[in-house]
């Protein structure tokens, strides 16, 4: 059984910078897929940025240049480095492990980017 453990949110004003982090348990984390998402009051989850067991990552265009993600593996932990924050960054983020046809989501942290 895989849990996701996901910290770092809070509220922040516009142009500011948080970092979320996520922490798995268990032994597949390493040769696992790892994403973040977010998701606002009526609007589907969204993929913000992926990044693969070998380090290859993506991002939504919205968070091009501005969000990074990352990975360490001896610590089993993703991170998502978020810079020059803006009011539409509002949502709760979620993490998300995929190894094969398995699926496993952390619990939800709230970012608020307001003034």
């Known amino acids: 059984q895989v849990q996701l453990v996901t910290s770092g949110g809070g509220l922040v004003q516009p142009g500011g910078s948080l970092r979320l982090s996520c922490a798995a348990s268990?032994?597949?984390?390493?040769?696992?897929?790892m994403g973040w998402y977010r998701q606002v009051p009526g609007k589907q989850r969204e993929l913000v940025a992926g990044?693969?067991?070998?380090?290859?990552?993506n991002y939504a265009d919205s968070v091009k240049g501005r969000f990074t993600i990352s990975r360490d593996n001896a610590k089993n932990t993703i991170y998502l480095q978020m810079n020059n924050l803006k009011p539409e960054d509002t949502a709760v983020y979620y993490c998300?492990?995929?190894?094969?046809?398995?699926?496993?989501w952390g619990q939800g942290t709230q970012v608020t980017v307001s003034s």
């Open positions: 998300k492990l995929t190894w094969g046809l398995r699926a496993y």
């Open positions: 268990g032994s597949i984390f390493n040769s696992a897929s």
């Open positions: 990044i693969s067991s070998g380090g290859g990552t």
